[in-house]
């Protein structure tokens, strides 16, 4: 198993929050260090529903050598893919053409318009290739649909636009190989996702890494199987102590949708990650630094609590 990167994380926090907590040369000097690989990850987004200003919609982008893979398209997730740019993090939203979806739910896809039309405007010129749950092509017809007039005005205005780049090709995923180039090999697993149908995690096999991302679930041996000893596990949590002070309708309702970080802890331990990356955090009240401390008590790998534009 290829496990030879050194793994770093920097953040890039300093240009959207509002206390950087990183002063310029550690920055620059991760950065550097973080290049040394082939395959990065940024973490673009890694809020909840939940309007927390500096936690952006769920979005993660999986780079190898220039060319960004996106998982998830939350609420503002060009304008941080536009953020890691800036630092030098990834190439220009342009790039983003390929893009996985983990499941239907509205804080994972709200930003798929922002997707497909900004970047177009921002010269993406060939189709944007979406891989995702059943609903994915009716989804991506509407939107487009919905639009049919600002695509109009820009192909037959002045700005001339290609009419290429407004175009989406949805692909409707089952379990198993979804995806490869010479970059990538994609797998999507099934996870379990409360009530839904078809919620999907997925494996990602670079040249030199393997990384595992739950997309939203509560606790699923699929991850466990997908990841044996994979690189890097993102994952989401919940906060145990945030739960307890949750009423009884709603601890219904993220116990059977969500992982605890008891749970994580417990599946972690057989997974066997490199590094573990909480993301899609429901805190509750609680801190980066509490739920570390929670993570502590379960489980004894190497752990973090992710922040927007953080990369690994
Ligand atoms: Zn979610
Ligand atoms: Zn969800």
Redo the contacts with the bound molecule.
């Keep these: 198993m290829l496990r030879t990167f050194s793994l770093l994380a920097f953040t890039l926090c300093a240009l959207v929050c509002s206390t950087a907590r990183f002063v310029p040369a550690q920055l620059a000097t991760a950065q550097t260090q973080a290049q040394t690989s082939r395959t990065k990850i940024v973490l673009l987004g890694t809020g909840?529903?939940i309007t927390d200003p500096e936690r952006s919609g769920?979005a993660v982008a999986i780079i190898v050598d220039d060319q960004p893979y996106l998982i998830d398209f939350g609420p503002g997730v060009v304008r941080r893919a536009a953020a890691a740019q800036r630092a030098g993090a990834m190439g220009p939203v342009s790039k983003l053409t390929r893009a996985f979806v983990t499941h239907l739910?509205s804080?994972?896809t709200v930003g798929y318009s922002d997707l497909i039309f900004t970047t177009w405007v921002m010269d993406r010129k060939e189709p944007l290739e979406v891989y995702g749950p059943k609903g994915i092509k009716s989804m991506t017809k509407h939107v487009v649909a919905a639009y049919a007039e600002d695509i109009d005005m820009r192909v037959k205005g002045l700005e001339g636009a290609d009419p290429k780049g407004a175009q989406v090709n949805a692909h409707e995923i089952k379990p198993g190989l979804i995806y490869q180039d010479k970059n990538v090999r994609v797998t999507a697993f099934r996870v379990r996702h409360g009530s839904w149908k078809e919620a999907y995690g997925f494996r990602f096999e670079t040249p030199d890494r393997k990384i595992v991302i739950s997309g939203?679930c509560a606790p699923s041996e699929s991850v466990v199987e997908n990841c044996n000893g994979c690189d890097v596990l993102i994952h989401e949590v919940y906060s145990e102590a945030g739960f307890k002070t949750r009423p009884p309708k709603w601890q219904k309702y993220h116990s059977n949708f969500h992982t605890s970080s008891r749970e994580l802890g417990e599946l972690a331990a057989r997974a066997k990650p490199g590094l573990l990356i909480l993301y899609?955090q429901l805190f509750w009240g609680m801190t980066d630094e509490s739920l570390m401390e929670e993570m502590s008590r379960y489980y004894k790998g190497k752990v973090l609590s992710g922040r927007d534009l953080q990369v690994f």
Aim: aromatic letters at 0%; zero cysteines; glycine letters at 0%.
């Design positions: 909840t529903p769920p739910h804080d994972h939203d899609h």
